[in-house]
Nanobody
Framework: QVQLVESGGGLVQPGGSLRLSCAAS????????MGWYRQAPGKQRDLVAT???????KYGDFVQGRFTISRDQEKYTTDLQMRSLEPTDTAIYYC??????????????WGNGTLVTVSS
């Protein structure tokens, strides 16, 4: 199975910054897209940002220039730099990848999530 391991969550004050990282691993891995989603308590899981192997980037409407996604295609990692964080950004952030192992069909994979809390 493809494994996604997130790191970098934690507590940050409003207006602060935080950087999340995610690393994908697997056997004969091919990663087509990586990204981040988030889920606040009692709410649905929303797109934060995705980046394809070709470099196409998509952000959720709420990002409004505050977040930047990047990836290292050779290392199968993706980072999410978050700035100007607001209490409404408090959520569990999940790493996501569209990837395949051992030349099988690609599937969508999820990490276990990392908690981001924005509070004074």
């Amino acid at each position: 199975q493809v494994q996604l391991v997130e790191s970098g969550g934690g507590l940050v004050q409003p207006g602060g910054s935080l950087r999340l990282s995610c690393a994908a691993s697997g056997s004969n891995l091919r990663v087509f897209q990586m990204g981040w989603y988030r889920q606040a308590p009692g709410k649905q899981r929303d797109l934060v940002a995705t980046i394809t192997r070709g470099g196409e980037i998509k952000y959720g409407d709420f990002v409004q220039g505050r977040f930047t996604i990047s990836r290292d295609q050779e290392k199968y990692t993706t980072d999410l730099q978050m700035r100007s964080l607001e209490p409404t950004d408090t959520a569990i952030y999940y790493c996501n990848a569209v990837a395949s192992e051992n030349w099988e069909s690609s599937l969508m994979w999820w990490g276990n999530g990392t908690l981001v809390t924005v509070s004074s």
